[in-house]
């Protein structure tokens, strides 16, 4: 299961790449989600796991919106000449999924992913956004459970000054072939990591009284002890 979802987690990768190269300014929220899902279909997705949504996609102030999949809809908001962009990704390929999201901004109409190549105040959600993922991979166990991972990062998010986004406060799920098998990163949850083969981390953020908010979102998985990403 784990090679079957990396290579299409790969995809999505180089789909993230594609977007962020054809993106403009002017360009509407509805039409990065019909760019994001042409891409995906031309590398040979033909599905999207996630409520037939294959880019989930927020611009501007509207990027702090959390809402699921069931009752999302694109918006008409253009991208700005600086601006922020959050698109997630959610291809599947023979009945394996990838789930894969980042931020993107754009400044003086130029494309930034790189936190440390923008003055802009972005820059330091997406920073945070790295400190997590790399926080999670520090202290993240294969006999914590995700009750405990819950605790811990929420704990970390509020730390650093951030308030979790998430309608339902969760900060991930469990890959699996049915969406309604999904098993939370959530409060009540006693299920220890290494009892799925693989799992997102994807925390939705927004500094505290902040305007915008910020994704990134990788698969994770334990190899030998050790969390690695997929």
């Given at each position: 299961?784990?090679?079957?979802?990396?290579?299409?987690?790969n995809i999505a990768k180089l789909v993230m790449k594609d977007i962020a190269s054809n993106i403009k300014v002017g360009m509407k929220?509805?039409?990065?989600?019909?760019?994001?899902?042409?891409?995906?279909?031309?590398?040979?997705?033909?599905?999207?796991?996630?409520?037939?949504?294959?880019?989930?996609?927020?611009?501007?102030?509207?990027?702090?919106?959390?809402i699921s999949g069931r009752e999302y809809e694109p918006g008409n908001t253009a991208i700005k000449?600086?601006?922020?962009?959050?698109?997630?990704?959610?291809?599947?390929?023979?009945?394996?999924?990838?789930?894969?999201?980042?931020?993107?901004?754009?400044?003086?109409?130029?494309?930034?992913?790189?936190?440390?190549?923008?003055?802009?105040?972005?820059?330091?959600?997406?920073?945070?956004?790295?400190?997590?993922?790399?926080?999670?991979?520090?202290?993240?166990?294969?006999?914590?459970?995700?009750?405990?991972?819950?605790?811990?990062?929420?704990?970390?998010?509020?730390?650093?000054?951030?308030?979790?986004?998430?309608?339902?406060?969760?900060?991930?799920?469990?890959?699996?072939?049915?969406?309604?098998?999904?098993?939370?990163?959530?409060?009540?949850?006693?299920?220890?990591?290494?009892?799925?083969?693989?799992?997102?981390?994807?925390?939705?953020?927004?500094?505290?009284?902040?305007?915008?908010?910020?994704?990134?979102?990788?698969?994770?998985?334990?190899?030998?002890?050790?969390?690695?990403?997929?």
């Amino acid at each position: 299961m784990i090679t079957k979802n990396k290579e299409v987690q790969n995809i999505a990768k180089l789909v993230m790449k594609d977007i962020a190269s054809n993106i403009k300014v002017g360009m509407k929220e509805y039409e990065v989600v019909e760019l994001g899902e042409d891409l995906l279909r031309r590398r040979g997705i033909q599905r999207f796991w996630y409520y037939d949504i294959g880019a989930f996609v927020f611009v501007g102030d509207r990027t702090t919106k959390s809402i699921s999949g069931r009752e999302y809809e694109p918006g008409n908001t253009a991208i700005k000449e600086n601006d922020i962009i959050t698109i997630d990704l959610s291809p599947e390929k023979d009945g394996f999924w990838g789930d894969y999201a980042r931020t993107v901004i754009m400044e003086e109409g130029k494309v930034i992913r790189d936190a440390s190549q923008t003055n802009l105040e972005f820059g330091e959600g997406l920073k945070t956004e790295e400190q997590l993922h790399k926080h999670l991979i520090e202290i993240a166990s294969e006999t914590m459970s995700f009750e405990e991972l819950y605790y811990c990062m929420n704990e970390k998010i509020d730390s650093l000054g951030y308030e979790n986004l998430d309608f339902a406060k969760n900060l991930g799920h469990s890959i699996e072939l049915q969406k309604e098998d999904r098993k939370y990163i959530e409060k009540g949850n006693k299920l220890k990591l290494n009892e799925v083969s693989c799992f997102t981390f994807e925390p939705h953020i927004r500094k505290q009284n902040g305007k915008y908010g910020y994704k990134m979102e990788n698969i994770y998985y334990f190899s030998n002890g050790k969390l690695k990403e997929l």
